[in-house]
């Protein structure tokens, strides 16, 4: 069963490219398409972008119809979809569980998988990004994402961090 959130984020290029639905026919969307296969949903969603040669966003009938037609050309997921899910994380790029260092409270780390990893380096990047930050102010940035970062990789990263903040600086 697909989520409010997934929906939203497969419908997203097509709100993109025609009017955006509202919150009512959002939810109208969602009643009809939350027992969609994901798959064949983004692929037929794919296909009215490429073909929906009306001036308005597609019904959910020819939504339908579309994953019907993809469906048909393709049953089964491909093989980059299935090596692409990872079974820790449940292609969410976070494994959470309790933090030894604050017991009674659950933190979120960045997964192994490809997707865990790209969430890791956006976080280093995003926080390189902010020059002219203290550390105090990193810290709290990342608490208020609700994410705990407490391997000793990532405290070394804020330090490093830290430094070159301190170095933008003193060359102002």
């Known amino acids: 069963m697909i989520t409010m959130i997934e929906l939203s ?13 509202d919150d009512d026919k959002r939810e109208t969307y ?8 994901i798959f064949i949903l983004k692929k037929a969603v794919t296909q009215l972008l490429d073909e929906h ?9 020819e939504i339908k119809s579309a994953m019907r037609y993809v469906g048909r050309k393709r049953t089964y997921a491909t093989v980059e979809e299935l ?32 997707l865990g990893q790209k969430a890791r380096v956006g976080w280093i ?6 020059d002219k930050v203290n550390l105090n102010a990193i810290i709290a940035e990342v608490k208020k994402r609700e994410h705990i970062m407490s391997s000793k990789r990532d405290v070394e990263e804020l330090r490093k961090t830290q430094a070159r903040i ?6 102002d």
């Open 30 to 37: 969602f009643e009809h398409l939350k027992d969609a296969d």
């Open 125 to 130: 990047r995003e926080l390189k990004e902010k």
């Open 53 to 61: 040669d009306k001036a308005r966003f597609p019904y959910i009938a």
């Open 83 to 114: 090596e692409g899910y990872c079974e820790d994380c449940k292609n969410t790029g976070y494994i959470i569980r309790e933090n030894p260092n604050l017991p009674g409270y659950d933190s979120a780390r960045p997964c192994h998988c490809v």
């Open 166 to 171: 301190e170095e933008l600086k003193e060359e």
């Open 9 to 21: 984020d497969i419908l997203e290029p097509l709100e993109k490219n025609f009017k955006p639905l």
